[in-house]
């Protein structure tokens, strides 16, 4: 069993940047790959980022370039620093976690087993 917590959302003008931490409990953190999903009112959940034990990243077409996603497995957290914001990534944004080793996985939101209870960012215009 997995819990997820993430923090490190807020209000942020459009151009700033925002870093999301999840801390995850349990001893296996580091087998795990943590995905970063996101949904806006009215829309579905999208995926955002995803990072595998590995070391893989994988990122949706809307946020890459803009965004790096990292963990640090001895402190069992996964990071999403996201720059350059825009008005569009306004959204609770969800962490995941998956014992996934296939990267066409990485966007699925049914390959994950764990899910945090999200963080709102607001980007303002």
């Known amino acids: 069993q997995v819990s997820l917590v993430e923090s490190g959302g807020g209000l942020v003008q459009a151009g700033g940047s925002l870093r999301l931490s999840c801390v995850a409990s349990?001893?296996?953190?580091?087998?795990?790959?943590m995905g970063w999903f996101r949904q806006a009112p009215g829309k579905e959940r999208e995926f955002v980022a995803a990072l595998s034990s590995g070391g893989i990243e994988y990122y949706a077409v809307s946020v890459k370039g803009r965004s790096t996603i990292s963990r640090d497995n001895a402190k069992n957290t996964v990071y999403l620093e996201m720059n350059s914001l825009k008005p569009e990534d306004t959204a609770v944004y969800y962490c995941?976690?998956?014992?996934?080793?296939?990267?066409?996985?990485?966007?699925?939101?049914?390959?994950?087993?764990?899910w945090g209870q999200g963080t709102q960012v607001t980007v303002s215009s």
């Open positions: 349990g001893r296996t953190f580091s087998r795990y790959a």
């Open positions: 995941a976690a998956g014992m996934m080793y296939n990267t066409s996985n990485f966007p699925r939101s049914r390959a994950y087993d764990y």
